[in-house]
């Protein structure tokens, strides 16, 4: 099959790590597989003021991104900023959209450019209006959904059809620990995000909580930005900025347990990560949350319920060994049970479906 997979930006976001993983299973399985996405746009003075303010990275011209392996001679960006039209693109069998707005972009394709596909990753109202995306939801024609959440969503809320629920993985030659005792003096971690739906603010209010029973408790974290102005880390939280994958590993690798506190998610990585390196995690019912941790493989508490995550540190921390191993041990098969070998087939042989289907004449 020939594959475009439509981008809105290249970088080492959770979301293009997943576009990537499955490009490049569909790429190992001898597909022609290719993803483009616009030129970035230089964010407008608003955007930049914003990005200082929050100690982000500012604007550059340079996409880049640590997940692209095997596809980086099969990606391209265009000399123009979005929407892409049909003289950016190939001809193909399929064309996946990976984002709301890119579903946009492929409405009016001629079809020599192929089937549109859409991959939902998010319910995306953060990432435009509230209509539109429900708009683009609506639209028929084949989906994929990463959760169980949202594939009820576009069930259930959009009244879709044919949606498949293809359920994310983890790279296990990258996210991976040996057996391990509990650490003597116990230590968690978590991902730091300013923004609201990621819930950090949550997690340091559990964390706070814990730390007036148990004042040595020891903090990580890492995030993609510096920590904002507007939500900073308290001087006992270990920080480091957008560390390398490897690092990462050993980040997870070294806690007790991986805090997961947000509010709204498709998915939530972290999650899946974590339990790969045999950290069990306490996480709120977002994304994928009640997928990955609702059969006892972690912790699963109810959105907001940072009081609930702080006492779910404390038992943790009250754990004998062999019962944190044990737990450690569950999430660690959990994980294993998510390869993108298998997400890769799954997708692969639900695609082939589509491009076999009689089309409109």
Request: glycine content about 6%; hydrophobic content about 45%; charged content about 20%.
């Amino acid at each position: 099959m020939r594959i475009t997979i439509l981008s809105v930006s290249i970088d080492n976001s959770g979301g293009f790590r997943v576009v990537a993983a499955l490009g490049q299973r569909l790429l190992a399985e001898g597909h022609d597989v290719r993803i483009i996405a616009p030129k970035r746009d230089r964010p407008d003075l608003r955007r930049r003021l914003r990005a200082w303010w929050h100690r982000q990275a500012l604007w550059s011209k340079h996409q880049h991104s640590d997940h692209l392996g095997t596809l980086a001679d099969h990606t391209t960006v265009v000399p123009h900023g979005a929407p892409l039209v049909a003289n950016d693109l190939p001809d193909a069998d399929l064309i996946i959209a990976t984002w709301w707005d890119t579903m946009n972009w492929v409405q009016d394709l001629p079809a020599a450019k192929g089937i549109p596909v859409h991959l939902v990753q998010d319910y995306e109202v953060w990432g435009g209006t509230k209509d539109d995306i429900d708009r683009v939801l609506r639209t028929p024609g084949p989906k994929v959904a990463i959760s169980s959440f949202l594939h009820a969503l576009l069930t259930k809320q959009f009244g879709q059809k044919d949606v498949l629920l293809l359920p994310n993985a983890v790279d296990h030659t990258l996210f991976h620990a040996d057996p391990r005792p509990k650490n003597t003096v116990m230590k968690v971690g978590f991902v730091y995000s300013h923004d609201p739906r990621k819930g950090t603010d949550l997690v340091l209010k559990a964390l706070e909580r814990v730390r007036n029973i148990l004042p040595e408790l020891q903090v990580i974290a890492f995030g993609h930005h510096r920590p904002a102005a507007s939500l900073p880390l308290p001087p006992w939280v270990e920080y480091t900025t957008a560390p390398e994958q490897q690092t990462i590993r050993h980040i997870y690798a070294s806690c007790d347990a991986w805090l997961f506190g947000s509010r709204l998610e498709g998915f939530g990585l972290p999650i899946l990560e974590a339990m790969a390196c045999r950290t069990p995690v306490v996480g709120l019912n977002a994304g994928a949350a009640a997928d990955l941790l609702g059969d006892g493989s972690g912790i699963l508490l109810e959105n907001e319920d940072w009081v609930g995550m702080a006492d779910a540190i404390l038992r943790i921390a009250a754990m004998p060994d062999s019962e944190w191993r044990a737990l450690s041990d569950r999430a660690h098969a959990r994980a294993k049970q998510q390869n993108w070998t298998d997400v890769g087939a799954a997708l692969r042989q639900w695609l082939e479906g589509i491009v076999a289907r009689p089309r409109a004449a």
